[in-house]
């Protein structure tokens, strides 16, 4: 890129672009409103608007769009997200102008539709997880958590247990479990994991007692493997008077299969965006509505919706109705549009489709694992059969060539692949945590196992090379190369300069 004649010829940046005069849309009726703005509000200057065409805008956005890894035009095999296919009559269907263009503050009578498909989707999720209620109204998977861990606490309080200030988190959780507890004024206990992968029960054992509130667990637990022991521990925990959580991110590999309310559990969040087929990239909007066994039902945040009286039409509960209830968690509803994404995605699936999630994630994970076995790559827990994802570790490769997990990450975007998780769970040194799910197939797996090993043995060869990666993507300011991970992301640089290069 620093070759005159290449800067030349590559597209404008739309500020570049951009001519006086040049006719774009709707800049005209802009100074007719001006006169109701106080002046003191108006701007001395213009603002720095391209002025381009609308053909000039479209090129702009959709080649910037294209600079992006997305499920769409990558495999994306992050670990712990779930990054699956989401089908677009998803997005259709819960886009529908009725859907979209409601006003939250209509009166029931005008929302029995999407009132129908939130009861029915919360009838759907305890199917599915075995839970006695459910309310939808948590944002995300960690304000579900944050939920049900108050609904344990208020549990607790309301029978007078003040003791219960412990919350007992697996030292393999992921960050938001030990935030949660914290945030509801609880005490964070860590239990260790044994060498199989499983919570280590003589440890535990030696923590509980009458100060223990509960317990939280991600089951298949965040190494990849499944808690063989969990109605014992169940069983332990509800003997010393505590509650279950269950972190529910890794939904997609027992979907149809096992139920968390089976299991034991008293409380779970659903990260329908994860599990049920919503995008979730960059932090974008998603829902993690909570279910609860029949002693938390009192506790489950509003609104919820629920049946009229004679069964005919939908209502949302009144506040004085739960009295016991945690209170509010969100703005109106909830993130409807997810909900409506994922209530289409379950009709759509139906109750084999489920199953087979459950079933085609970890045939994919076993599958992929059995490859990179054989292309010589560690696999954190090999004796152990893996659940819809895996880790494989790099201690190895990087005590021989100093080729570490993260320049494996960061050579994988030159192939084209987006990244899998890395230094998470923290438990296993240089990981990678990979996800494929069900919606790959084995061609794609094949062509990412042989990447994979492809730069294993550039790592072998050229350890430099790898360490420089990536080699062929583009990064804010023209160039390419590696940015620095921490300025990228505290003070990153993206704002368009004019230079001599570009007059
Ligand atoms: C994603 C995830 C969470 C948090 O869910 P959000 O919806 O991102 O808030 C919690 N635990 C695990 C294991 C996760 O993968």
């Known amino acids: 890129m620093s070759d005159r004649t290449t800067m030349n010829v590559r597209p404008p940046v739309i500020f570049e672009a951009s ?24 701007r001395k200057n213009p603002p720095l608007l391209p002025e381009v065409s609308e053909l000039q805008v479209v090129r702009h956005f959709t080649r910037l769009s294209q600079h992006n890894f997305s499920i769409d035009t990558q495999f994306y095999p992050l670990g712990s997200c779930t990054m699956k296919y989401n089908p677009k009559v998803c997005h259709t269907l819960s886009m529908l102008p009725e859907f979209l263009e409601r006003h939250p503050l209509a009166p029931e009578s005008m929302g029995q539709g999407v009132m129908q498909c939130l009861f029915e989707l919360g009838e759907y999720l305890k199917e599915i997880t075995g839970t006695a209620g459910v309310s939808l109204t948590p944002m995300a998977g960690a304000q ?34 030990p935030a949660t507890a914290a945030m509801c004024g609880l005490k964070v206990r860590e239990i260790p994991t044994n060498a199989a992968g499983d919570v280590d029960i003589e440890a535990l054992k030696k923590v509980l007692g009458p100060q223990t509130a509960g317990l939280m667990l991600t089951n298949p637990s965040t190494l990849g493997v499944f808690e063989r022991r969990i109605r014992e521990i169940a069983a332990l925990v509800h003997q010393a008077g505590g509650l279950l959580y269950y ?22 969040h659903v990260n329908v965006h994860k599990t049920f087929a919503t995008p979730h990239g960059g932090g974008g909007p998603g829902a993690g509505p909570v279910g609860v066994s029949a002693r938390l039902v009192p506790y489950l ?24 209830s945690i209170g509010r968690l969100s703005a109106f509803a909830g993130n409807v549009g997810i909900l409506l994404r994922a209530y289409v995605y379950i009709r759509l699936l139906g109750r084999d489709g489920m199953r087979r999630v459950a079933d085609f994630s970890t045939l994919n994970a076993n599958y992929l694992k059995a490859r990179l076995q054989r292309f010589g790559f560690q696999i954190a827990y090999p004796e ?3 659940t819809h994802e895996f880790i494989v570790t790099l201690k190895r490769e990087s005590e021989q060539w100093g080729v570490s997990a993260l320049d494996f990450a960061k050579r994988l975007l030159d192939y084209g692949f987006y990244a899998p998780t890395i230094y ?19 061609e794609e797996l094949d062509r990412f196992a042989e990447a994979l090993a492809s730069i294993r043995r550039e790592a072998e060869a050229d350890p430099g090379f790898v360490k420089g990666a990536p080699h062929h993507v583009p990064v804010p300011g023209g160039g390419l190369g590696r940015l620095d991970d921490t300025r990228a992301a505290r003070k990153p640089d993206l704002i368009w300069r004019r230079t001599l290069d570009h007059e």
Do not use: Q
Request: hydrophobic letters at 35%.
């Open 424 to 442: 998470f769970p923290m438990l296993v040194p240089e990981c990678l945590l990979i996800e494929p799910t069900e919606t790959e197939t084995k």
């Open 247 to 268: 972190d529910g991110a890794n939904l997609n590999a027992i979907t149809g299969r096992v139920r968390p309310g089976d299991m034991g559990f008293d409380a779970i």
């Open 301 to 324: 945040p509003v609104p919820m919706v629920v049946k009229t009286d004679d069964g005919s039409g939908y209502r949302w509960l009144d506040r004085a109705e739960a009295p016991r």
């Open 144 to 177: 579900g958590e944050f939920a049900g861990v108050a609904m344990i606490r208020a549990y607790h309080l309301d029978r007078g247990d003040h003791e219960r200030v412990e919350m007992l988190i697996p030292d393999a959780a992921h960050g938001t479990n």
């Open 384 to 386: 152990r059969r893996a």
């Open 19 to 42: 001519r006086e005069r040049r006719p774009g849309w709707g800049r005209g009726n802009v100074p007719e409103h001006t006169a109701m703005i106080p002046d003191r509000f108006l």
